[in-house]
């Protein structure tokens, strides 16, 4: 049973037990790091693109996903080759318990246009449009970056494939709540879709229905399918774009807008919801489901609340009590950051995660 705690928070809760060659070869080398032949449809399969110094970062998120999920999950993990060897030192250690399964993938783009992929934003990042024509063994996916932090199980955020209606095929979280500091409003050159734009760091697709749709866009008056459409898009506004990929993604939904599901800012949550005040209600009511460190944000001391959580998770030991060595720390951590404006607002980083918890010894108490 769990220890007394300084903190009565705690008391409420707690009584569990604790426990790149042509288009052909293009297609052709991908699939040969895909060796899965069938996918059974219980199986969550998560998406990464991994390059330079991401490492650390990617096993942080791969761990976040492990420790509360509860559907076996598959991760597709792209890397520069460097990396790979990495990659399987490290996830070969974790305790899967059987419910865990992983392929790396090379970097590899379309020879005839691979440079220009590769300027796009940063090196690696365009990778995630080709997913759907690369894993095409793969019906849905989550397409995470790598500064992604799980703090409830990603069951539930691929549950959101089932509330898809017929003509949606991908998911993902508005850019900004609030439009007098929104990106997309006040400076992009390019369409958008809505009003502040949307950001692709999380992203559910449903891989089949994006294959098969044909897309509306200003380019020609006869629809493409995807594969025909990143290059044409590309070529005309690659002098317009700022954030590469997640911009095409943008000027995509702009066209087609009946076909993208949007779920609320808590599942995507990142420094803008709280570095100007407070504004992303649904995680001031429930709590952070998914956090997005971006702008580097776990390796600076800008945003310490962002980083905080960071930490706990990285160093949290598969196996130890989760109350004791991952949540009661992590609160005191995060107390001391209530001078900046997230630290303000440090309960709405650990409520979720404290149900989370929670839930999971429950699970566990009923064997």
Same mark, same amino acid.
């Given at each position: 049973? *769990?220890?007394?705690?300084?903190?009565?928070?705690?008391?409420?809760?707690?009584?569990?037990?604790?426990?790149?060659?042509?288009?052909?070869?293009?297609?052709?080398?991908?699939?040969?790091?895909?060796?899965?032949?069938?996918?059974?449809?219980?199986?969550?399969?998560?998406?990464?693109?991994?390059?330079?110094?991401?490492?650390?970062?990617?096993?942080?998120? +791969?761990?976040?996903?492990?420790?509360?999920?509860?559907?076996?999950?598959?991760?597709?993990?792209?890397?520069?080759?460097?990396?790979?060897?990495?990659?399987?030192?490290?996830?070969?250690?974790?305790?899967?318990?059987?419910?865990?399964?992983?392929?790396?993938?090379?970097?590899?783009?379309?020879?005839?246009?691979?440079?220009?992929?590769?300027?796009?934003?940063?090196?690696?990042?365009?990778?995630?449009?080709? +997913?759907?024509?690369?894993?095409?063994?793969?019906?849905? +996916?989550?397409?995470?970056?790598?500064?992604?932090?799980?703090?409830?199980?990603?069951?539930?955020?691929?549950?959101?494939?089932?509330?898809?209606?017929?003509?949606?095929?991908?998911?993902?979280?508005?850019?900004?709540?609030?439009?007098?500091?929104?990106?997309?409003?006040?400076?992009?050159?390019?369409?958008?879709?809505?009003?502040?734009?949307?950001?692709?760091?999380?992203?559910?697709?449903?891989?089949?229905?994006?294959?098969?749709?044909?897309?509306?866009?200003?380019?020609?008056?006869?629809?493409?399918?995807?594969?025909?459409? +990143?290059?044409?898009?590309?070529?005309?506004?690659?002098?317009?774009?700022?954030?590469?990929?997640?911009?095409?993604?943008?000027?995509?939904?702009?066209?087609?807008?009946?076909?993208?599901?949007?779920?609320?800012?808590?599942?995507?949550?990142?420094?803008?919801?709280?570095?100007?005040?407070?504004? *992303?209600?649904?995680?001031?009511?429930?709590?952070?489901?998914?956090?997005?460190?971006?702008?580097?944000?776990?390796?600076?001391?800008?945003?310490?609340?962002?980083?905080?959580?960071?930490?706990?998770?990285?160093?949290?030991?598969?196996?130890?009590?989760?109350?004791?060595?991952?949540?009661?720390?992590?609160?005191?951590?995060?107390?001391?950051?209530?001078?900046?404006?997230?630290?303000?607002?440090?309960?709405?980083?650990?409520?979720?995660?404290?149900?989370?918890?929670?839930?999971?010894?429950?699970?566990?108490?009923?064997?």
């Amino acid at each position: 049973r *769990c220890k007394n705690l300084s903190v009565s928070f705690w008391n409420s809760y707690w009584m569990l037990p604790s426990d790149v060659c042509g288009m052909n070869c293009f297609w052709e080398a991908a699939f040969r790091y895909d060796y899965m032949k069938t996918q059974p449809s219980e199986k969550m399969h998560l998406a990464v693109v991994a390059c330079g110094e991401r490492l650390e970062e990617t096993v942080t998120m +791969l761990r976040s996903a492990i420790i509360f999920s509860i559907k076996p999950l598959h991760f597709h993990i792209f890397a520069e080759d460097q990396l790979h060897e990495s990659f399987k030192d490290i996830l070969d250690e974790f305790p899967y318990e059987g419910k865990v399964n992983y392929t790396l993938y090379p970097i590899t783009f379309p020879s005839e246009s691979a440079t220009e992929w590769k300027k796009l934003f940063k090196p690696c990042a365009s990778q995630r449009l080709f +997913l759907p024509l690369i894993l095409k063994n793969v019906d849905s +996916l989550l397409y995470v970056d790598t500064d992604i932090l799980f703090l409830r199980p990603v069951d539930d955020i691929w549950s959101f494939l089932g509330k898809f209606n017929s003509t949606q095929i991908a998911a993902m979280a508005p850019e900004h709540e609030e439009p007098r500091i929104g990106w997309y409003n006040r400076f992009a050159r390019h369409p958008y879709y809505g009003v502040t734009g949307i950001n692709s760091g999380v992203m559910l697709m449903n891989m089949t229905r994006i294959r098969r749709k044909y897309f509306k866009n200003d380019m020609t008056p006869v629809r493409l399918q995807w594969g025909e459409i +990143l290059m044409p898009l590309l070529k005309k506004y690659k002098l317009n774009i700022t954030w590469g990929d997640q911009d095409l993604l943008n000027i995509m939904f702009f066209h087609n807008p009946e076909s993208l599901y949007v779920f609320p800012c808590q599942w995507n949550y990142r420094p803008d919801h709280c570095i100007y005040g407070s504004n *992303c209600k649904a995680a001031e009511e429930e709590g952070i489901f998914i956090l997005h460190g971006n702008r580097g944000v776990y390796h600076d001391d800008k945003q310490p609340t962002f980083r905080a959580v960071y930490e706990a998770i990285k160093n949290y030991s598969f196996g130890d009590d989760l109350v004791h060595s991952l949540l009661q720390p992590l609160e005191q951590e995060l107390q001391k950051t209530t001078h900046t404006y997230c630290g303000r607002v440090y309960k709405v980083f650990i409520k979720q995660l404290t149900k989370s918890i929670r839930d999971l010894y429950a699970r566990r108490s009923k064997g």
